[in-house]
């Protein structure tokens, strides 16, 4: 099997965006931030299988990680993982202090996922899932009511200089 390589992509967004929607289920949220911040990629053999999407906050030193996806096919086998270290990795050897990430409190698999990868929590943005922000009213993940947003961060050190 084709090793997996993690890249900058800069082909069309448009092509990415069915890896997009299964990590965000509000079509007009994704039509907003579809285009923004830079891409990366994991690539096996030429099949894109994940994505990273990075975008600045407006915050200095801050990044975000905006949307984040690996093909259901190819999940749990630790390409996610490492899509989020060489996020780290990129967002640290540009000078960057913090990088956030945002998930829905009721997902706890994502709530693992970021914490087993150096996130820890830090606020809660209550209902910021409703039909006023785009998000169909009554879902639920893992049996719990999709309603309140979770932000954890991941603390950045500089690269060394050698
Ligand atoms: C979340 C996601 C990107 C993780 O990618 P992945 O390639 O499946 O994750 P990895 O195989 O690298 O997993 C790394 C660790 O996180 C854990 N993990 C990943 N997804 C998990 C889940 N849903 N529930 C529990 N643990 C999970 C893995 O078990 C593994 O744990 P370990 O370190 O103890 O072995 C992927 O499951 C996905 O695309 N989900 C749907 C879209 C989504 O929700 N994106 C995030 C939006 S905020």
């Known amino acids: 099997m084709n090793e997996i390589q993690v890249q900058l992509y800069t082909g069309s967004r448009a092509q ?3 890896l997009f929607e299964l990590a965000e289920d509000s079509e007009s949220q994704l039509d907003s931030y579809l285009d923004a911040g830079r891409i990366l990629v994991a690539r096996q053999g030429s099949e894109v299988i ?3 999407q990075l975008v600045d906050t407006g915050q200095p030193g801050q990044v975000e990680i905006k949307n984040m996806a690996v093909r259901e096919d190819r999940q749990g086998r630790g390409v996610g993982a490492r899509l989020v270290r060489a996020a ?4 640290a050897a540009e000078h960057n202090t913090t990088l956030l990430v945002a998930t829905a409190a009721a997902d706890i698999g994502n709530l693992r996922f970021y914490q087993r990868q150096g996130f820890r929590m830090r606020t809660v943005e209550r209902d910021a899932f409703t039909p006023a922000t785009g998000y169909p009213p009554g879902s639920h993940i893992d049996g719990i009511e ?11 050190t500089a690269p060394s200089a050698d």
């Open 88 to 91: 780290v990795e990129l967002a």
């Open 16 to 18: 990415l965006r069915p």
């Open 50 to 52: 994940g994505h990273l």
């Open 146 to 156: 999709l309603r309140d947003r979770v932000w954890l961060d991941h603390l950045l």
